[in-house]
């Protein structure tokens, strides 16, 4: 977990304060409440992953690691912005000062939810309840970033002029002393932050901020800091961080390609910097001053930024061109290179897209060589973290092949299919469709006959799928419960997945084909077993299930209690987590009424 803050006390700390933050009447109060609202309902996550050791620590890679970088970063840019929202003042700034704000709830809005989207829940001992409060944040800022979608200066301009009209009637000459105040600790604020080097609010919200960059740039910065300035030209006026891609629009004016198109992309007409309308949306590459600013970081031994999209851009293209070649080798290599490139940062998934590669990789999911297929489908996988690349994925048709691969290709093959599966099934839409496609048989077959890793994949896959109601049956249909049920087993075989099986089978607890079936597979005595032995969230979950197979049935209540229940169901009610304690409860309850 790389960035500014490692450990998750720190990043409780964080939360703490942002909930703290006090909210003024303003422009942007309603945002702020819901930004810090839905930032308060991440605590839980965070103590969770504190109190739980990943289930596999030796599996986290540094790309299940971005998720928390993401969030980091996201949390700290919050932080900044909920202090400068609760500043503004609107009678004393532009339509385009109250635009530019928004503009930035809006990115910090995308990076949070984007950070959630990839949380690893497969590495760490999370509860269904938290899970629950996971996902509730997550609608609620997709729900925002729909209405945040088109930042019309109509919405400000009303909102501006009402607000204006009501400061014209203050006549109190504290409080005009007090807004004078606060509009220049801002100002200077504002002045201070254009002036130091050290991470912007954009650093934290770019795309290529991956975890080993933003070491490198915390450390530099934090050693230089007192020592040098960035020249105020070479940063971008939106996201006051360094460019890497300066841009020239129609005013004249040059911003980092990556946040005017955004900008533009918002239904934005106007010019941020000087609010003149935008005769046409022609970006043109700034040449000039990208050498003055890479100059000048060979100058103060700094890291340059990236290289410029266009000389990636036509390396990405001939690749591309390369996949439809016609010999094998050659295809072999291009495929294998964007592999490569795909793995490195989320902008070369972005171009990578951009240049038309998916329903290329698609067609080789299906290629008779074993090598392209293998990186056709791990080059998915990973264009898949980029959110907007599930959508182009799906719409190239890839689950049925993706799904032939998951039955038919080697080993690696199908683990990353099950993981490129997972991966698409974060978008609610496709968990129907990856559902429909029979995509849960040939998962279940991984979970049941394929390695370690390949197990771990399918679980995941599974879980995810399963969480939409209409594939649980599908699920149990697959034969997944006998499956879950024996790697509940001491079995060493099957131990390293009692967790996994236990999460599955309590969000599978609910559907009725899934309880017949457990009772059917004698699952009863191995949850007894864990509630007896088990270790933390797995006794939480078993008596999860066990409340779901036994509420409303007499005689199963009886042979629970005869099994051994009661006893772990006292403790647990004395030394669980809130939740343990309610189960178990709960349990302890249905077992007095039941032997009366």
Not at 115 to 124: E, F, G, I, K, M
Not at 234 to 249: A, R
Not at 484 to 502: G, Q
Not at 507 to 523: G, Q
Request: charge should be positive.
């Amino acid at each position: 977990m790389a960035g500014v803050i490692n450990s998750p006390a720190s990043l409780l700390k964080l939360i703490a304060e942002i909930a703290e933050t006090p909210l003024n009447a303003g422009v942007f109060k309603k945002d702020c409440t819901d930004l810090t609202r839905r930032v308060s309902l991440l605590s839980h996550l965070v103590e969770e992953i504190r109190e739980s050791t990943p289930i596999d620590s030796a599996a986290s890679s540094s790309s299940e690691n971005d998720w928390w970088s993401d969030l980091v970063v996201a949390l700290q840019a919050a932080k900044r912005l909920l202090s400068s929202a609760t500043r503004f003042q609107a009678r004393d700034s532009s339509d385009g000062a109250a635009k530019r704000i928004s503009f930035q709830f809006q990115c910090i809005t995308w990076k949070l939810e984007k950070a959630l989207s990839n949380v690893p829940y497969d590495l760490y001992d999370i509860s269904d309840e938290v899970r629950e409060q996971v996902e509730l944040a997550r609608t609620q800022l997709r729900r925002a970033m729909q209405r945040y979608g088109s930042l019309n200066s109509k919405k400000f301009s009303s909102a501006l002029s009402e607000l204006m009209e009501r400061d014209v009637k203050i006549k109190a000459e504290e409080e005009k002393v007090e807004s004078v105040s606060e509009t220049l600790h801002f100002a200077e604020e504002k002045k201070q932050l254009r002036k130091s080097p050290s991470i912007s609010l954009a650093f934290y919200l770019s795309k290529d901020a991956d975890s080993e960059r933003l070491d490198k740039m915390v450390t530099k910065n934090t050693d230089e800091s007192s020592k040098l300035t960035v020249p105020v030209d070479f940063l971008c006026p939106v996201s006051l961080e360094l460019m890497k891609d300066p841009v020239i629009v129609s005013t004249g004016q040059t911003y980092e390609r990556a946040y005017i198109q955004r900008w533009i992309d918002c239904g934005n007409l106007t010019c941020p910097k000087t609010q003149q309308k935008l005769q046409n949306f022609t970006l043109t590459p700034n040449y000039v001053l990208r050498s003055l600013i890479s100059r000048w970081c060979t100058e103060h031994n700094i890291e340059q930024p990236a290289n410029g999209r266009c000389g990636d851009m036509s390396v990405i293209r001939a690749l591309v061109r390369s996949l439809s070649n016609r010999s094998i080798d050659e295809r072999r290599t291009a495929v294998s290179e964007i592999r490569s490139m795909s793995k490195r940062s989320t902008d070369n998934r972005i171009l990578i897209a951009e240049a038309g590669a998916i329903p290329v990789l698609v067609k080789l999911l299906t290629a008779e060589d074993v090598a392209t297929q293998e990186n056709a489908i791990t080059s998915l996988l990973n264009l898949s973290i980029y959110d907007n690349n599930k959508e182009l994925i799906m719409f190239a048709g890839a689950v049925t092949s993706i799904v032939q691969v998951l039955r038919a290709g080697t080993m690696e093959a199908r683990e990353n299919a099950a993981a490129t599966l997972f991966s698409l099934s974060l978008a609610d839409e496709n968990k129907i469709i990856i559902g429909g496609s029979g995509a849960i048989p040939a998962l279940v077959d991984l979970l049941e006959n394929g390695t370690p890793r390949g197990k771990k994949d399918a679980a995941t896959a599974l879980f995810n799928l399963c969480i939409y109601q209409g594939n649980k049956g599908r699920a149990v249909r697959a034969g997944i419960v006998p499956a879950l049920v024996k790697m509940l087993s001491d079995s060493s075989s099957h131990r390293m997945m009692v967790d996994e099986a236990l999460t599955i089978l309590s969000v599978l607890a609910s559907n009725l084909d899934a309880k017949s079936a457990m009772v059917k597979a004698n699952t009863l005595p191995a949850l007894i077993g864990i509630l007896q032995t088990g270790q933390g969230r797995n006794r939480e979950n078993a008596a999860a299930i066990l409340l779901s197979l036994c509420k409303r049935d007499n005689e199963r209540l009886v042979l629970i209690g005869r099994l051994g229940a009661v006893v772990p169901l006292m403790e647990l009610s004395k030394n669980g987590t809130e939740r343990g304690k309610r189960k178990a409860v709960s349990l302890l309850e249905l077992l007095r009424k039941a032997c009366q």
